[in-house]
């Protein structure tokens, strides 16, 4: 079970912003937070030790590798972003700080839905982290007022990618066609994974 801290229930979000998605989410096995300018090397050389195996499905791994100043200003940007109410991008670490891989929770899809993304480092992959990840990210989504569902979205040749949602209960509502830039292991469709609020609270999901 996750153990969430979320700011919009008594941090620093002004009134008048979006509430700020949960930044902090600590699992049986794995810290997700955000990033930070010191986590620059480890999040570089996690990126480059997996690059070959990020790039077929991760738009931005075609333009890997960047400076360490492009990725500290990154980082700088999601954070102000998060700041705002907008995404929030975090690592995934584990207990002792080992940088194992990325996720994020986005709101493109509108104000009620919460989209979660991830990647791992090649050597973390097979172990469960990216299904913990999203487990304790859509419990953190739920967390937060006004979100009624939690999408997860992958290319349909992304079968390990799609393994994660199924894992979890998640229901497929269907194909996308998608607008965001093309990675080279694509069909360019997309399979939209979905779970409610109230299913998720009631259980009413099998996880697989
Ligand atoms: C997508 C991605 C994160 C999935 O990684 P993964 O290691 O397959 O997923 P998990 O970390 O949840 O591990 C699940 C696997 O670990 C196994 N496992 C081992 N211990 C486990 C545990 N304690 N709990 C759950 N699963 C465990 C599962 O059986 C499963 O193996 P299987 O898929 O052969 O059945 C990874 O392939 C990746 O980074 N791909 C490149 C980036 C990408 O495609 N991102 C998604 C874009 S939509």
């Known amino acids: 079970m996750s153990d969430t801290r979320h700011p919009a229930a008594g941090g620093d979000a002004r009134s008048d912003a979006p509430a700020r998605l949960p930044d902090h989410v600590v699992t049986d096995r794995l810290v997700l937070r955000r990033w930070t300018r010191n986590d620059e090397p480890a999040l ?7 690059v070959e195996h990020l790039r077929p499905w991760m738009p931005w791994a075609g333009g890997e590798p ?10 700088d940007s ?3 972003a998060w700041r705002e109410g907008g995404d929030a991008v975090l690592g995934i670490l584990l207990a002792d700080g080992t940088v194992i891989g990325g996720t994020g929770l986005h709101r493109r899809a509108g104000p009620d839905t919460v989209e ?3 990647w791992l ?7 469960g982290y990216a299904t913990e990840t999203a487990r304790a990210l859509t419990d953190a989504a739920f967390g937060v007022p006004g979100v009624d569902y939690v999408e997860i979205q992958h290319d349909r040749a992304n079968t390990a990618s799609r393994r994660v949602p199924d894992r979890l209960g998640f229901t497929m509502m269907g194909e996308r066609i ?7 292991g694509e069909d360019r469709v997309h399979w939209a994974w979905r779970v409610t609020r109230s299913e998720w609270a009631g259980g009413g999901y099998s996880p697989r």
């Open 178 to 184: 998608p607008t965001d830039p093309p990675a080279p």
């Open 44 to 50: 570089s050389a996690a990126i480059t030790a997996s």
């Open 78 to 80: 999601c954070n102000h």
């Open 116 to 118: 979660i993304g991830y």
């Open 121 to 127: 480092h090649i050597d973390h992959t097979g172990r």
């Open 66 to 75: 960047v400076t360490p100043d492009d990725r500290v200003r990154w980082i």
